[in-house]
């Protein structure tokens, strides 16, 4: 089963300000996880691709074809708020933002800024084409992905999918979020793997918002917690 992303997380039903806080048997990183990225290393993934995927994926390189602002890629942008936010924060960069639910990127509203576009695609398809089509985004979101917290469940998170390696290749600062620590802390073994240092620490509670998962965590007084690799990022504009 693929991984799920924002936009879907279960923990998050709740109503503002009483959002569930991530249950789980484990209590620390999974005591698997490191073979499963290792064999994932190992064996490239090739599942086919979908082509919707193709098409999607087709339509978001033209639109960067020929530009030449860096690129910001928001994975799993929901509704897309995020990546409004983001797009608005780097005026002069490009963002893309993803994510597979057609009813969630329905809600598009008309502020989208210009230098923003959102697409429907599976990360799962989409990583792999960008890494072929050789995309180096200069910063990569992935917020508040479903932690799947289960033990059972490992192999549907990210870094213990066969696309991770997908993932690392693209390059860039990669951020995630995430209101269960323990999935940051694997997240940072699996890139720690491929020779990717990250830090990890607890999101600043002056900083508005990215997504509205966020922002219900927050009003539910839950700790939040963000992963960063120490590669550099954009400028914002001031």
């Known amino acids: 089963m693929p991984p799920s992303v924002s936009g879907i997380d279960p923990q998050a039903k709740g109503e503002s300000g009483n ?9 620390a990183p999974h005591e698997d996880l490191i073979a499963q990225v290792g064999k994932h290393a190992r064996h490239r993934w090739a599942k086919p691709i979908a082509d919707y995927n ?25 509704t897309g708020d995020s990546s409004r936010l983001l797009a608005a924060r ?16 329905s ?8 230098n923003c576009l959102l697409v429907r695609a599976d990360l799962v398809d989409f990583w792999r084409l960008a890494r072929e089509a050789g995309w180096r985004p200069e910063q990569h979101y992935l917020l508040y992905p479903n932690p799947e917290p289960k033990p059972k469940h490992l192999k549907r998170r990210f870094h213990a999918h066969p696309v991770f390696p997908d993932l690392v290749a693209l390059g860039g600062q990669f951020e995630s979020r995430s209101n269960w620590r ?16 990250a830090e990890i620490f607890p999101v600043p509670d002056d900083e508005p918002p990215l997504t509205l998962f966020e922002r219900k965590y927050r009003s539910s007084g839950q700790p939040l917690w963000c992963l960063r690799t120490t590669e550099g990022s954009a400028e914002e504009s001031t």
């Open 19 to 27: 959002s569930r806080s991530v249950v789980s048997r484990q209590t």
């Open 54 to 78: 193709r098409e999607a994926f087709a339509q978001a390189d033209q639109w960067i074809a020929g530009r030449a602002q860096p690129l910001i890629l928001d994975s799993g942008c929901g």
């Open 90 to 105: 780097y005026p002069a960069h490009l963002v893309i933002g993803v994510d597979r639910s057609a009813d969630r990127l």
């Open 107 to 114: 809600r598009q509203r008309a502020d989208t800024p210009e």
């Open 182 to 197: 323990i999935y940051l802390e694997e997240l940072a073994q699996a890139f720690a793997y491929h020779g990717r240092t």
